[in-house]
């Protein structure tokens, strides 16, 4: 499985291998030793370089650590290929926040409309089912918000990146 870490601003490249002892940091192997020594505590051996690693704060939906590593504080967000591909899709927008306007992700036809104008939704409620590729997508609203403005009817076709759906 491959990652992406943003640790402090820099962009590290993770590959765990099929085993759970192997790994590559940018394409350079490495075999760390790490122990557990308490709640949130361990202890790395890499390279011939002893760290003491605390988790201060985690944020499992936003896939977001703080770590104190020797006493120095790192701020870490790990991307795993899922996210990755929904980055690249422009569907990478955080959960918990009020909506954007909808975007189609892709060419496809609009199925179906599952909301009106002037509806309030919720993080997460189906939008606008579109199929794209012989495949139906749900595209579900990214945050909370109201409905304002409708721009496209059942069975018309859309390109990538066409407002299908503008909130208030």
Do not use: C
């Amino acid at each position: 499985m491959i990652y992406k870490a943003l640790v402090n601003g820099k962009t590290v490249k993770l590959e765990k291998g099929s085993d759970s002892d192997s790994w590559k940091i940018d394409g350079k192997a490495i075999q760390p030793d790490i122990i557990r020594l308490k709640e949130e505590s361990y202890h790395l051996i890499l390279d011939n370089q002893s760290y003491r690693i605390e988790i201060l704060k985690k944020d499992q939906k936003a896939k977001t650590i703080t770590l104190s590593i020797n006493g120095t504080i790192h701020d870490v967000q790990i991307k795993d290929q899922y996210d990755e591909l929904l980055s690249r899709l422009g569907m990478d927008t955080p959960a918990a926040h009020k909506a954007n306007d909808l975007k189609a992700p892709m060419p496809g036809l609009v199925v179906t409309i599952h909301v009106t104008e002037g509806q309030q939704v919720l993080s997460g409620e189906p939008l606008i089912t579109l199929e794209a590729m012989k495949m139906e997508n749900v595209l579900k609203a990214s945050g909370e918000g109201i409905v304002g403005k409708i721009k496209v009817n059942p069975q018309q076709a859309v390109e990538k990146n066409e407002v299908l759906i503008q909130f208030q």
